[in-house]
């Protein structure tokens, strides 16, 4: 298994309240995402990123934040909490392999939040 | 944003049954991947597509990348219940960061 943890694993939090999710992984991988996965909605892109301080928007990015201060960890910041953001939060990372030109994502355990 | 459409969206079979699905999309892809997400965890690469016409198998899994590059199948045969989970498709161009776009996923349900 890829080296990824996530934290923490499950959390409840009331509207209004800010939120930070944390992906760690220890295989010194340069692209790092989070996605959110909800029913009927698959899994959606949050923001991404391809190096440390360097991020972007993916599909559904108001209301979120990240940071990457350094390779290992991609911080996801909930400014206000909503209940449309109730959801499972999966980060996923991935690199180039050696000698190819491929990219894989390899995927977290995920965050359970739930925001009343 | 484009999400890829997964057909059938549920199955339940018998054990030992042989399983297909398939993945269609409105525009093209470079890569095709297939995951299968257990509950409570997050998703694991099965299998990756490189190539149109591709054949690729892993294990009693075998799955496709079509020629017109706009879908993909997945087949599971002899299926046994540790099948059970959501399998999704995610496609990926080329210089996109590795972005990938997903399928709403199957849902697979195996019986003794």
């Known amino acids: 298994d890829a080296g990824i943890t996530q934290s923490p694993r499950h959390k409840v939090t009331e509207t209004g309240t800010p939120v930070t999710l944390r992906c760690h992984q220890t295989?010194?991988?340069?692209?790092m995402y989070w996605y959110r996965q909800d029913p009927g909605h698959g899994l959606r892109l949050i923001h991404y990123?391809?190096?440390?301080?360097?991020?972007d928007k993916g599909e559904v990015s108001d209301g979120y934040s990240v940071s990457r201060s350094k390779t290992e960890d991609f911080l996801l910041t909930l400014e206000s909490a909503t209940s449309s953001q109730t959801s499972v939060y999966f980060c996923a990372i991935s690199d180039r392999l050696a000698g190819g030109l491929s990219y894989e994502q390899y995927f977290g355990p995920g965050t359970r939040l739930t925001v009343t | 944003g484009q999400q890829l459409n997964q057909s059938p969206q549920s199955m339940f079979i018998q054990e030992g049954e042989d399983v297909s699905m398939n993945c269609t999309s409105s525009s093209i892809f470079n890569t095709w991947l297939w995951y299968k997400q257990d509950p409570g965890e997050g998703p694991v690469l099965l299998i990756a597509?490189?190539?149109?016409?591709e054949l690729t198998s892993n294990g009693r899994l075998t799955a496709q990348f079509g020629i017109t590059r706009k879908d993909s199948f997945l087949n599971i045969s002899a299926s046994i219940p540790s099948d059970v989970g959501i399998y999704f498709c995610?496609?990926?161009?080329?210089?996109?960061?590795?972005?990938?776009?997903f399928g709403t996923g199957t849902r697979l349900q195996v019986t003794l």
């Open positions: 995610a496609g990926r161009n080329t210089g996109t960061a590795s972005k990938l776009t």
């Open positions: 597509l490189y190539k149109a016409g």
């Open positions: 990123s391809y190096g440390v301080k360097d991020t």
């Open positions: 295989e010194n991988h340069r692209y």
